[in-house]
C-alpha cells in the first residue's frame, strides 16, 4: 500500500517561507501526477499545485501563481512544495495527493486515490 509523508508545515509570518516536502513509499512513484491540496477551516479543499509524472507540467492557481512552486525528485521519491511571500490566507492544512495516473495535470481531488495525513500551515499577520 502506498503511503504519503508531509512534513515542513509550521508558523511563519506574513511574507516568510516555507517548504513542504511528500516522501512516497509502496509504488512507483515516477509513474504518479502529485497534487498539493489545502484546506483552511469552513473552507472546502482546494488544489494549491499540482504536477505530471515527470515533472515536466505544472499547475498553480491564480490564488498562488508567482509565490509557489512545485517540485519533485523521482529519484528520491519526493514531492516538494516552496511557498514564499506567504499570506494570512494561505493559513491551512496542506495535503500531498497521489494519482494513480501519470501523463498531466489532474484538477479534481476525485483523480487522487491517496492521500497523506496533512501538515498545518499557519501564517501570522
Known amino acids: 500500500q502506498v503511503q504519503l509523508v508531509e512534513s515542513g508545515g509550521g508558523l511563519v509570518q506574513a511574507g516568510g517561507s516555507l517548504r513542504l516536502s511528500c516522501a512516497a513509499s509502496?509504488?512507483?512513484?515516477?509513474?504518479?501526477?502529485m497534487g498539493w491540496f489545502r484546506q483552511a477551516p469552513g473552507k472546502e479543499r482546494e488544489l494549491a499545485a499540482a504536477?505530471?509524472?515527470?515533472?515536466?507540467?505544472?499547475y498553480y492557481p491564480d490564488s498562488v501563481k508567482g509565490r509557489f512552486t512545485i517540485s519533485r525528485d523521482n529519484a528520491k521519491n519526493t514531492v516538494y512544495l516552496q511557498m514564499s511571500s506567504l499570506k494570512p490566507e494561505d493559513t491551512a492544512v496542506y495535503y500531498c495527493?497521489?494519482?494513480?495516473?501519470?501523463?498531466?495535470?489532474?484538477?479534481?481531488?476525485?483523480?487522487?486515490?491517496?492521500w497523506g495525513q496533512g501538515t498545518q500551515v499557519t501564517v501570522s499577520s
Open positions: 504536477i505530471n509524472a515527470n515533472g515536466g507540467s505544472t
Open positions: 495527493a497521489a494519482s494513480p495516473r501519470g501523463g498531466r495535470i489532474y484538477y479534481f481531488a476525485s483523480s487522487y486515490d491517496v
Open positions: 509502496g509504488r512507483t512513484f515516477s509513474s504518479n501526477a
